[in-house]
Structures are given as structure tokens and as C-alpha cells.
């Protein structure tokens, strides 16, 4: 069993930068595989980006590539998403999941509760 929460949403301009948290608690957090997923009003859940458990596998969707950067303190059990120039078009819940082993699938194991970005002057 883990345990997900995320932290570190809010309220931030066209441009600016916001770093999630995802804090893991349970047995084995390293061996997971950690994807950060968002999804915006009216729209499908999409992925964002996964990390694996030695940083060894990490991915982006298009849309983050160059804005966007993960990564993982497995000392923590903690992940996170630096977010840099971000749009209104990243306005979204964001959750972490986790997922035994190397790879993020769109159907994770657990998943936490999801911190609000608004992306708005």
C-alpha cells in the first residue's frame, strides 16, 4: 500500500513557475514508478510526465517538453514537478500515481488526491 500526497498548486500568472510535491508514505515507495497526470475542466485525464524509480526512465508529453522538469528523492520518498512558464492552458487538477516498477501506465495503482494550478492574470 502507498500513500500519495501532493502539495505546491495555486494561483500564478501566464509565465510564472510553481514546484508540486508528491509525498509517498508506505513500503517500498522506490520501487514505484511515479506519474504526475492533470486534467482541466470538461477534458480527459491526461499525463504529464513519469519518473522511474531510479530516475533512470523519465518522459514528458509534448505539450511540457522544455517547460517541465521531474524528478525524485527517493531518500523523501518524494517527487517533484518543477513547473516554469506556465500557460493557461496547464490550468488543471494535477495528481501523482504510482505504479510497481519501471513504467507509468493511464491506469496507475494508487493515486493521491490532486492539488488545483490556475493559470491566470
Known amino acids: 500500500q502507498l500513500q500519495l500526497v501532493e502539495s505546491g498548486g495555486g494561483l500564478v500568472q501566464p509565465g510564472g513557475s510553481l514546484r508540486l510535491s508528491c509525498a509517498a508514505s508506505g513500503n517500498n515507495a522506490d520501487y514505484y514508478a511515479i506519474g504526475w497526470f492533470r486534467q482541466a475542466p470538461g477534458k480527459e485525464r491526461e499525463g504529464v510526465s513519469c519518473?522511474?524509480?531510479?530516475?533512470?526512465?523519465?518522459n514528458y508529453t509534448d505539450s511540457v517538453k522544455g517547460r517541465f522538469t521531474v524528478s525524485r528523492d527517493n531518500a523523501k520518498n518524494t517527487v517533484y514537478l518543477q513547473m516554469n512558464g506556465l500557460e493557461p492552458e496547464d490550468t488543471a487538477v494535477y495528481y501523482c500515481?504510482?505504479?510497481?516498477?519501471?513504467?507509468?501506465?493511464?491506469?496507475?495503482?494508487?493515486w493521491g488526491q490532486g492539488t488545483r494550478v490556475t493559470v491566470s492574470s
Open positions: 519518473i522511474s524509480p531510479g530516475s533512470t526512465r523519465i
Open positions: 500515481a504510482a505504479r510497481f516498477g519501471a513504467y507509468c501506465r493511464a491506469e496507475m495503482t494508487y
